[in-house]
């Protein structure tokens, strides 16, 4: 598997890690053999890929993009912070419900409140993510191809920077080819350090 294969790079090249900040928690890659294009990462360190995925993105860089993502969200702990967040969500809804009618309430709550806060924390993760993968020696020029190749598989449109909890594909690849100069600087730091 491709988990295996990583660590067995970073032995052979040998230096120290450049992840070190990340050791000693319990991360786990589960690989689920359905055709769903996914990945998403539990608390506490358990990611889950689908296979469906893994048929789109092949090279190490492409799956580390990925990974990255989804360690960034645990990192960024946003599991804990969507629980807060949807507290005060629910805490607001209850107040507008005796002035407003409920269904209204709840589809402006997601259209002005979860869904842009959800995209903010996927936005969050790639940038964190394209350090990481930096950080640990796979090229960071990649993600933004990943994220525009997503978009593409999973059906992108003009929508879905408005009505999704995912920003559109161009949107995330944009965003991080903004972010690729500093980026470099750690993955080229990491060749000269001999950091992988």
């Keep these: 598997m491709w988990v295996d294969q990583s660590r067995k790079k970073g032995k052979e090249k040998g230096g ?26 539990l608390p506490g360190g358990k990611i889950v890929v689908f296979t469906g995925l893994l048929e789109h993105f092949r ?12 360690v960034a969200h645990a990192v960024a702990r946003h599991a804990a912070e969507q629980i807060t967040k949807n507290l005060w969500f629910t805490i607001g809804q209850l107040i507008l419900y005796q002035f407003v009618m409920p ?42 191809k990943v994220f525009e190749k997503l978009g593409q598989v999973s059906g992108d449109s003009a929508l879905r920077d ?6 559109s594909g161009k949107r995330r690849s944009k965003l991080l080819s903004e972010e690729i100069t500093f980026s470099m600087s750690r993955f080229q730091g990491h060749y000269a350090e001999g950091q992988i």
Excluded: Q
């Design 16 to 41: 120290k890690s450049a992840n070190g900040h990340l050791e000693g928690l319990n991360w786990e890659v589960l690989v689920v053999n359905d055709h769903v294009v996914n990945a998403f990462c």
């Design 59 to 70: 090279t190490d860089e492409e799956i580390a993009t990925i990974i990255g993502h989804e």
């Design 162 to 167: 408005y009505l999704s909890t995912h920003p």
């Design 103 to 144: 269904d209204l309430v709840n589809t402006m709550s997601n259209l002005l409140l979860k869904l842009p806060f959800s995209r903010r924390m996927e936005i969050e993760a790639d940038y964190i993510g394209l350090l990481l993968m930096a950080s640990a020696g796979y090229d960071p020029r990649v993600a933004p």
